[in-house]
């Protein structure tokens, strides 16, 4: 794997119990810029994302095999402990989920939790990261008012603002947009292309026309299988596998 | 179902008309007699049901009334303030105010901790095992167990093994194993109700679980376990079996917390047993009342603060 590759896989094999839900995944994602995958219902999107910062390791049930690299360096290993893993590989979840607490520290939970203290610094950190999704203007004078009280797509920028927080590198985003209207999606997916300049992003979607739109690269995913792999264009239009022809055809099922 | 009954009959007719064999052809039709319209049945539900309801809070309003009206024309600022003579004849129930408040407080304050404690360990540390149902199993058993025998064990336990005798201490240690179970299952539903939505975010950001623990899941549970901690501190407030054999009956007010002190519900009890005064049992019976009233309502304008500040 070249330099360029933040995040790689190698031979990644994944079981929930007795299922064999990944199969011998083998990826290379590229350093900021967006990468979709795409797949139908339990083909095991979802949960090659939830790799990437190992939060599959909640559950008990799994198990894993295989190699998980952050540039160049073993996700498993000890010279990555996984607060810290999870701190440079955060994760943006389907439905907007902000803590039931003011907008501000909604946002400043993350430094707090890793020791940033200081009431200038951490005011600092939280108007920069609501800058970065388009929130400060909007949101300035209001950031102690409860964050539920946000519409669904500002509670989800809330969410990206919480991430960026804690300055990660690489940003998961597991179908950020499905519960949200087509209007705000745009926004979110405006927003992505501008945050895919200084960071890494693979997003999980069952949204064809969304991977096509904002993504450089797509992978298709197929009962656990990562089926294809390459630049977006070529997915979609001249897809080298028929399996992956059928799908983005619609013929599939 | 009384609609159901009524229906099968008609359906079973119709089918006969069709030409298949007749089921049932003796069907009993003077089942229709028994017809209620369903908006009648309906009416009538609500009307037992809202009666139902109605009576019990009439038998709670009666009692409050009763003893306000019975007590409260002699709760007087002395009565609160004084200490009571001639074995409460005279004078009033300040050191049993105080004895109330130090057994009561000291119990939840310790049983506060050690059940929320164990409903974080029973639900965020560890899995379901046999453990934790044999854990849960002996928290709804020591639920179930009479009061007192728990003023027993106490009295064997805390005032004689320990040698701490009859004492404030011995009272709130027994009130503490009483009111514990409630505690820890209260506090488990409240930590389970927490969407597991915060927990992966938390997770998500890098947090370890304590800070998880502590900064997310106990935050959002903070009200459900605040209403176990009222329920228990009701519940110390009034126990006068299990204290009688562990708190004592001294009618003074103690020094520290190994003195022995009598609570409000048991200068009740004594009062109205022996018969020394009725007037001055049903005033300690108001106080009493008010009290619980009153930490009940307070807990609750709290609680709805709370959420409203993070809602």
Same mark, same amino acid.
């Not at chain 1, 985003?173 to 960071?199: F, G, N, V, W």
């Given at each position: 794997?070249?330099?360029?590759?933040?995040?790689?896989?190698?031979?990644?094999?994944?079981?929930?119990?007795?299922?064999?839900?990944?199969?011998?995944?083998?990826?290379?994602?590229?350093?900021?810029?967006?990468?979709?995958?795409?797949?139908?219902?339990?083909?095991?999107?979802?949960?090659?994302?939830?790799?990437?910062?190992?939060?599959?390791?909640?559950?008990?049930?799994?198990?894993?095999?295989?190699?998980?690299?952050?540039?160049?360096?073993?996700?498993?290993?000890?010279?990555?402990?996984?607060?810290?893993?999870?701190?440079?590989?955060?994760?943006?979840?389907?439905?907007?989920?902000?803590?039931?607490?003011?907008?501000?520290?909604?946002?400043?939970?993350?430094?707090?939790?890793?020791?940033?203290?200081?009431?200038?610094?951490?005011?600092?950190?939280?108007?920069?990261?609501?800058?970065?999704?388009?929130?400060?203007?909007?949101?300035?004078?209001?950031?102690?008012?409860?964050?539920?009280?946000?519409?669904?797509?500002?509670?989800?920028?809330?969410?990206?603002?919480?991430?960026?927080?804690?300055?990660?590198?690489?940003?998961?985003?597991?179908?950020?947009?499905?519960?949200?209207?087509?209007?705000?999606?745009?926004?979110?997916?405006?927003?992505?292309?501008?945050?895919?300049?200084?960071?890494?992003?693979?997003?999980?979607?069952?949204?064809?026309?969304?991977?096509?739109?904002?993504?450089?690269? !797509?992978?298709?995913?197929?009962?656990?299988?990562?089926?294809?792999?390459?630049? !977006?264009?070529?997915?979609?239009?001249?897809?080298?596998?028929?399996?992956?022809?059928?799908?983005?055809?619609?013929?599939?099922? | 179902?009384?609609?159901?009954?009524?229906?099968?009959?008609?359906?079973?007719?119709?089918?006969?008309?069709?030409?298949?064999?007749?089921?049932?052809?003796?069907?009993? *039709?003077?089942?229709?007699?028994?017809?209620?319209?369903?908006?009648?049945?309906?009416?009538?539900?609500?009307?037992?049901?809202?009666?139902?309801?109605? /009576?019990?809070?009439?038998?709670?309003?009666?009692?409050?009334?009763?003893?306000?009206?019975?007590?409260?024309?002699?709760?007087?600022?002395?009565?609160?303030?004084?200490?009571?003579?001639?074995?409460?004849?005279?004078?009033?129930?300040?050191?049993?105010?105080?004895?109330?408040?130090?057994?009561?407080?000291?119990?939840?304050?310790?049983?506060?901790?050690?059940?929320?404690?164990?409903?974080?360990?029973?639900?965020?540390?560890?899995?379901?095992?046999?453990?934790?149902?044999?854990?849960?199993?002996?928290?709804?058993?020591?639920?179930?167990?009479? @009061?007192?025998?728990?003023?027993?064990?106490?009295?064997?336990?805390?005032?004689?093994?320990?040698?701490?005798?009859?004492?404030?201490? /011995?009272?709130?240690?027994?009130?503490?194993?009483?009111?514990?179970?409630?505690?820890?299952?209260? @506090?488990?539903?409240?930590?389970?109700?927490?969407?597991?939505?915060?927990?992966?975010?938390?997770?998500?950001?890098?947090?370890?679980?304590?800070?998880?623990?502590?900064?997310?899941?106990?935050?959002?549970?903070?009200?459900?376990?605040?209403?176990?901690?009222?329920?228990?501190?009701?519940?110390?407030?009034?126990?006068?079996?299990?204290?009688?054999?562990?708190?004592?009956?001294?009618?003074?007010?103690? /020094?520290?917390?190994?003195?022995?002190?009598?609570?409000?519900?048991?200068?009740?009890?004594?009062?109205?047993?022996?018969?020394? @005064?009725?007037?001055?049992?049903?005033?300690?019976?108001?106080?009493?009342?008010?009290?619980?009233?009153?930490?009940?309502?307070?807990?609750?304008?709290?609680?709805?603060?709370?959420?409203?500040?993070? *809602?």
């Amino acid at each position: 794997m070249t330099a360029q590759h933040k995040i790689h896989s190698k031979d990644l094999n994944l079981w929930y119990g007795d299922f064999h839900a990944l199969k011998d995944v083998s990826i290379a994602v590229r350093d900021r810029m967006i990468t979709a995958i795409i797949g139908p219902s339990g083909c095991g999107k979802s949960t090659l994302l939830r790799c990437f910062n190992r939060m599959n390791d909640l559950n008990a049930a799994v198990r894993v095999q295989g190699g998980l690299f952050l540039d160049g360096q073993d996700c498993y290993g000890a010279r990555l402990p996984l607060t810290q893993l999870r701190k440079r590989v955060g994760m943006v979840f389907q439905r907007p989920n902000p803590f039931p607490l003011s907008i501000f520290d909604n946002v400043a939970y993350g430094p707090r939790v890793h020791g940033v203290t200081g009431k200038d610094r951490l005011a600092e950190i939280v108007e920069q990261s609501l800058a970065s999704t388009a929130l400060w203007d909007v949101l300035k004078d209001r950031l102690w008012e409860p964050a539920l009280d946000l519409s669904a797509e500002q509670q989800q920028r809330l969410c990206i603002s919480r991430l960026v927080a804690v300055e990660p590198e690489v940003l998961l985003m597991d179908e950020p947009c499905s519960a949200l209207d087509p209007i705000a999606t745009e926004h979110i997916e405006e927003l992505m292309r501008t945050l895919a300049e200084k960071y890494t992003i693979i997003i999980v979607t069952h949204n064809m026309q969304q991977a096509a739109r904002i993504s450089k690269e !797509t992978g298709f995913m197929l009962l656990g299988e990562l089926v294809e792999f390459g630049q !977006t264009e070529q997915v979609f239009t001249n897809p080298r596998d028929k399996r992956t022809e059928d799908y983005v055809t619609g013929r599939y099922g | 179902m009384t609609r159901q009954a009524i229906s099968n009959p008609l359906h079973a007719d119709e089918g006969a008309d069709n030409g298949a064999p007749p089921p049932q052809i003796n069907a009993p *039709r003077h089942r229709r007699q028994l017809r209620i319209p369903p908006d009648v049945a309906q009416r009538i539900v609500v009307g037992g049901l809202w009666a139902i309801a109605m /009576s019990a809070v009439a038998v709670l309003l009666f009692i409050i009334v009763f003893i306000m009206v019975k007590g409260l024309p002699h709760v007087t600022p002395e009565f609160l303030l004084q200490a009571p003579a001639k074995g409460g004849r005279l004078g009033g129930v300040s050191p049993m105010i105080f004895g109330t408040i130090a057994v009561a407080g000291l119990a939840v304050l310790i049983a506060g901790p050690i059940g929320v404690i164990t409903a974080i360990y029973l639900t965020e540390y560890t899995r379901e095992s046999k453990l934790t149902a044999f854990i849960r199993f002996g928290a709804d058993c020591l639920a179930g167990i009479p @009061s007192i025998i728990f003023g027993l064990f106490g009295f064997v336990f805390f005032a004689d093994t320990l040698g701490l005798g009859i004492s404030i201490i /011995s009272g709130a240690l027994t009130l503490a194993l009483m009111v514990l179970p409630t505690i820890i299952r209260t @506090s488990e539903e409240a930590i389970r109700a927490v969407p597991a939505a915060f927990r992966d975010v938390s997770f998500g950001l890098g947090s370890t679980r304590w800070q998880m623990v502590t900064r997310v899941v106990l935050r959002s549970a903070l009200p459900g376990i605040g209403t176990g901690i009222v329920l228990s501190i009701g519940r110390s407030i009034s126990e006068t079996a299990a204290l009688m054999l562990t708190s004592g009956m001294v009618a003074r007010h103690p /020094s520290s917390v190994f003195d022995s002190a009598r609570t409000l519900a048991l200068h009740f009890f004594t009062l109205s047993r022996e018969g020394i @005064s009725m007037p001055k049992a049903y005033a300690t019976a108001a106080v009493l009342v008010l009290a619980i009233l009153m930490i009940n309502l307070l807990a609750y304008w709290f609680m709805r603060r709370f959420i409203a500040r993070v *809602r």
